[in-house]
C-alpha cells in the first residue's frame, strides 16, 4: 500500500497535472477532452490517496505468534478437507492482503470467519452464497 501511495503520489499525480495543465492551456475547456478526462483522473487519484492514508493510519502490523498456536487465528496457514476428500490450504490474511492466487482469504471472508478459533480436527460449517459447507481442519501453521 505504502508503495502504490508513493506511485500515484510522486508519479502519476504529477504527470495527470501536467497533462491537466497543457490541456488547460489549450483554451476553451468545456470542449477539451483532454482536460475533462485529466480532472477526472485527478479525482480518482486524490480519492485512492485518501483511502490509501486513512488505512494506512490505522494498520496494524502482527508480527507475533498467538499464545495458543493450536488454534485458528489471523495469520494462520489452515489446511481444510472437504467431504470428497480434496484438501485445500489458505492463510487468514487482512481484506487488503486477499490474493486468492497465493490462497490468501480474508479474515471478513465466511470461510475465514467459520475457522477463526476452531482446533486441529475441527468440524467446520461455512455459509456460503451456494449453500452449507461442511469442512474438517486438518493442520494449522503459524510462519
Known amino acids: 500500500m505504502r508503495a502504490e501511495l508513493h506511485e500515484l ?9 501536467q497533462a491537466v495543465s497543457e490541456a488547460a492551456a489549450q483554451g476553451d475547456r468545456s470542449e477539451n477532452a483532454e ?11 486524490d480519492s485512492r490517496v485518501r483511502f490509501l492514508t486513512k488505512r494506512l493510519e490505522n494498520l496494524k502490523v502482527v ?16 489446511t481444510i ?7 485445500s490450504r489458505y492463510r487468514i490474511v487482512g481484506p487488503d492482503e486477499l490474493d486468492l492466487k ?7 471472508s465466511p470461510l475465514a470467519r ?5 482446533t486441529l480436527d475441527a468440524e467446520v460449517r461455512v455459509h456460503t452464497p451456494t449453500g ?5 481442519i486438518i493442520a494449522i501453521e503459524y510462519p
Open 102 to 108: 497465493q490462497n490468501l482469504i480474508s479474515i471478513d
Open 63 to 78: 508480527k507475533e505468534r498467538p499464545a495458543d498456536t493450536g488454534k485458528v487465528y489471523f495469520g494462520a496457514w489452515v
Open 114 to 118: 467459520a475457522l477463526v478459533g476452531k
Open 35 to 45: 482536460y475533462t478526462y485529466g480532472k477526472k483522473m485527478l479525482r480518482e487519484i
Open 132 to 136: 452449507e459447507k461442511l469442512c474438517y
Open 9 to 17: 503520489w510522486h508519479v502519476r499525480r504529477p504527470q495527470v497535472t
Open 81 to 87: 478437507e472437504d467431504e470428497d476428500g480434496e484438501q
